[in-house]
């Protein structure tokens, strides 16, 4: 019930084409749902986040859409360039007593082909 | 502006032998981690700290040590190292429960 299911594992896209990553969860106790990108060589950094009273949150090329109703979330990045080429990590954040606990998917390596 | 500071970048060990990665933040932030990465494991917890003072394991802590004696520094002990400990670490900060998560470059150990 912990668990978040990441897919695909790997994405090949050609620029200017649309990246879909999808995430699904288990618990609906999750509230709060971020996107990490890591580039190689270097550690995640934060995208883009969505909690689940939102369906879609836009934030430049890069959208995230959510359906509660399926437990699934999905990032989508538009007009995929080279430089979008990374590891995405989705995550769910559920409170564990005084605390926060942060699952994550096992990641989506993308590379966009020019 | 440095954020999270992780040291060694790249470290090579030899089974049993001990070390110790550094990471300091300079955000001011109540809450470190370490998480180790592994290909096709994604990020695995290995400790984390709510506060100075106060440490807690993650998801998989054998064999790693840490200690929170101020809010800045966060060290992580390899008391003896083994093959199965070779991997990237990195240390993250952030400033409450929740919040955004900022992770360093990342260690890349190697135990031979």
């Known amino acids: 019930q912990q668990q978040v299911k990441q897919s695909p594992q790997s994405l090949i896209v050609q620029k200017g084409g649309i990246s879909i990553i999808n995430c699904a969860y288990e618990?609906?106790?999750?509230?709060?749902f971020p996107w990490y990108q890591q580039f190689p060589g270097k550690g995640p950094a934060l995208l883009i986040a969505?909690?689940?009273d939102v369906s879609e949150k836009k934030e430049g090329r890069f959208t995230i859409s959510f359906n509660k109703s399926a437990k699934q979330f999905s990032l989508h990045i538009m007009d995929s360039q080279p430089g979008d080429s990374a590891t995405y990590f989705c995550?769910?954040?559920?409170?564990?007593?005084?605390?926060?606990?942060?699952?994550w998917g096992l990641g989506t390596s993308l590379a966009v082909n020019p | 502006n440095a954020g999270v500071t992780q040291t060694p970048k790249f470290q090579v060990l030899k089974t049993g032998q001990s070390m110790t990665l550094q990471c300091a933040q300079d955000?001011?932030?109540?809450?470190m981690s370490w998480y180790r990465q592994d290909p096709g494991m994604g990020l695995r917890l290995i400790h984390y700290?709510?506060?100075?003072?106060?440490?807690d394991q993650g998801e998989v802590p054998n064999g790693y040590n840490v200690s929170r004696s101020t809010t800045e520094d966060f060290p992580l002990r390899l008391l003896s190292a083994a093959p199965s400990q070779t991997s990237v670490y990195f240390c993250?900060?952030?400033?409450?429960?929740?919040?955004?998560?900022?992770f360093g470059e990342g260690s890349w150990l190697t135990v031979v």
């Open positions: 993250a900060s952030h400033r409450g429960a929740g919040n955004t998560i900022y």
């Open positions: 955000m001011n932030h109540e809450y």
């Open positions: 700290s709510v506060g100075a003072g106060i440490t």
């Open positions: 618990n609906t106790a999750f509230d709060y």
């Open positions: 969505i909690r689940p």
């Open positions: 995550a769910a954040s559920i409170r564990a007593g005084n605390n926060r606990k942060l699952i």
